[in-house]
């Protein structure tokens, strides 16, 4: 069979950050006697903040199609490993579903090509808030950063997924 993946996007997908300073409230209160959070600690608070909408959203993708596994094509990629992000993202059970990450650091739609090439499969959809690739239209579910993932962006990336392509 066919391997199925879902190339994830954070912001603007499952994630608004609201830059009102919530994340450095929530980091405060995680991690106590620090005035000062490190960017660590921001992270993981931030990774708590993730709309819960879009978050189920994304779990219905997961549970019609067990197989998915998913490959981070986020600016997020760049904070660390595999290992290291797919504990970043355990406060959510997509996390066990993380394989890998898109190395490119500059150009995402390079580095997806790229990611497919060493990984062939036909059967991908990409969940992004950016329209940047046109060389992968026909697997793009362009989502509005400020709706994030909506149930019916939810319903084209299932049928997407479970598509012959």
């Not at 997509?94 to 500059?106: A, F, M, N, P, T």
């Not at 060493?118 to 950063?145: C, K, M, Q, W």
Request: aromatic share 8%; hydrophobic share 40%; glycine share 4%.
């Amino acid at each position: 069979m066919t391997k199925r993946i879902l190339f994830l996007d954070i912001d603007g997908v499952i994630f608004s950050n609201p830059m009102d300073g919530s994340v450095h409230n929530v980091a405060t209160k995680l991690f106590p006697g620090s005035d000062r959070p490190t960017n660590h600690m921001c992270d993981v608070a931030a990774v708590t903040l993730f709309n819960q909408t879009a978050i189920d959203n994304l779990n219905s993708i997961l549970n019609s199609c067990p197989d998915v596994m998913i490959v981070l094509c986020t600016s997020w990629r760049t904070k660390g490993n595999v290992e290291f992000l797919k504990q970043l993202f355990s406060y959510h059970a997509y996390s066990e579903r993380i394989i890998d990450k898109i190395q490119d650091k500059g150009n995402k739609s390079a580095g997806i090509s790229k990611w497919l090439s060493d990984n062939p499969t036909d059967r991908y959809v990409i969940l992004e808030d950016d329209d940047i690739f046109s060389e992968h239209a026909g697997h793009l579910v362009l989502t509005h950063p400020n709706k994030l993932l909506t149930q019916s962006d939810a319903v084209k990336a299932i049928t997407m997924l479970n598509s012959n392509m």
